[in-house]
């Protein structure tokens, strides 16, 4: 899909891992509504993800939903990922467990974080061992199980040819 709106999660570990520049290249538009650009510069926010976001690269646009998506227990970012994505119909970038449940109980296409190494990685992009090393030594919560299944796919994958 050459459309995807992210939310906060994604963003956030991408910078903080340092493989932030896969999504322009896995992804024609990646748009991300305020309310994530509020979230990411907050104080609370990894420095890295702070100044990333005080300046924003060309490739990422942010637009504002016509609403946000209502549900208890979405955070704003959340929210407004998920309302943003229904309205251009595209896939949305999501790892919280109970905002992924949310957007495919609404028919959207959902990928996270490890989706998005997992594809990079398919593409020649980075070495997913290598990336999901840099994602363990963060806070990123994942069950070690679900990391080793994607390292088993990604060994029986044939290796992209480099130009």
Do not use: K
């Amino acid at each position: 899909m050459s459309l995807v709106v992210a939310d906060t999660g994604p963003l956030r570990y991408l910078v903080v891992i340092q493989a932030i520049e896969c999504l322009p290249t896995l992804f024609a538009r990646v748009i991300v509504p305020p309310a994530v650009v509020s979230e990411l510069t907050h104080p609370r926010a990894p420095v890295a993800a702070r100044q990333w976001a005080q300046g924003l690269p060309s490739w990422l646009e942010v637009q504002r939903p016509n609403r946000a998506h209502q549900a208890d227990l979405l955070d704003p970012g959340e929210a407004e990922a998920i309302g943003l994505a229904l309205q251009l119909q595209a896939m949305v970038l999501l790892d919280e467990r109970e905002a992924r449940r949310e957007a495919v109980q609404l028919g959207l296409s959902v990928m996270g974080t490890v989706g998005i190494l997992e594809r990079a990685a398919e593409r020649g992009l980075l070495d997913l061992e290598a990336a999901f090393a840099r994602l363990t030594a963060t806070n990123y919560r994942i069950d070690r199980g679900y990391l080793d299944e994607a390292l088993q796919r990604s060994r029986q994958r044939p290796r992209p040819l480099n130009p």
